[in-house]
C-alpha cells in the first residue's frame, strides 16, 4: 500500500475485499476519502482506543482526539509506533499520508496546524478506524 514497504499483516486484496466494508476497503486499501461529516466517529468522546479497522492495531488514545472542524475524526498524536507516514502528491498537492504501521491501510493524513503540545493534526477517515470504550 504505502510506497514498497512490507507489512507484518500481509493480505491479498481478495482477503482484504473479504473481509473489509466496500468503504473500509475502498479507504484502506485504495486509498479512498470518506465524506467529510459522515463518521459516527466524529460524535465519539468516551474514554478508549482507535484501533485501525483492517486488523485492530491500536493508533489513537481518545485523550488525543479533539474535534478539529474538519469534518473527519482528528487527533494530535498516535501512539508510539503505531502509524507510518510517507509523502503524497496526489490530486496536484502534496501532502503526508499516514498508514497503519502494521498493515499499511491507509488512515488520512496529517497536516502542520493541529493543537499543542503537538501541532499536528491526524485528520483520519472514520471508515479506517474502530473505536474500543474503556472497560
Known amino acids: 500500500m504505502a510506497c514498497d514497504e512490507k507489512f507484518a499483516v500481509d493480505k491479498s486484496q481478495e482477503e482484504w475485499q473479504r473481509e473489509l466494508e466496500p468503504d473500509a476497503y475502498r479507504v484502506l486499501r485504495e486509498h479512498g476519502t470518506e ?3 459522515t463518521s459516527p466517529l466524529n460524535d465519539e468522546h468516551r474514554p478508549g482506543v482507535f484501533r485501525c479497522a483492517g486488523c485492530g492495531t491500536p493508533l489513537f488514545g481518545a485523550d488525543t482526539k479533539f474535534d478539529s472542524g474538519s ?3 482528528s487527533f494530535f498524536k498516535p501512539l508510539p509506533g503505531a502509524v507510518g507516514t510517507h509523502e503524497d502528491r496526489s490530486h496536484f498537492m502534496r501532502r503526508t499520508e499516514v498508514h497503519c504501521a502494521k498493515c499499511g491501510g491507509h488512515l488520512g ?3 502542520p496546524d493541529g493543537p499543542q503540545p503537538t501541532g499536528e493534526r491526524y ?3 472514520g471508515v479506517a478506524l474502530r473505536f474500543e470504550p474503556k472497560p
Open 35 to 37: 465524506r467529510a461529516g
Open 123 to 125: 485528520c483520519m477517515n
Open 109 to 111: 493524513h496529517v497536516f
Open 71 to 73: 469534518g473527519w475524526p
